[in-house]
């Protein structure tokens, strides 16, 4: 029987400043500790934190001054 860990290759990207292979799982390069910034579908922070409601209006203008 034959035991061994996950031998999956892993994805890899090269880091935008020093062009060497990184997980792309990384947060930064472990060569030249650039961060690594990865587009990924839908926009995560728009999705957790909807924009807040607008307060209710009382029917004063307040651009108008009044």
Known sequence: MDIRKDTAPLNQIPCPNCGKHV?????????????????????????????????????SDLSRGV
């Open 23 to 59: 997980d792309d799982r990384a947060v930064a390069c472990p060569h030249c500790g650039e961060k690594i910034y990865v587009n990924v579908p839908g926009d995560i922070a728009s999705a957790s934190n909807p924009p807040p409601n607008p307060p209710p209006s009382n029917g």
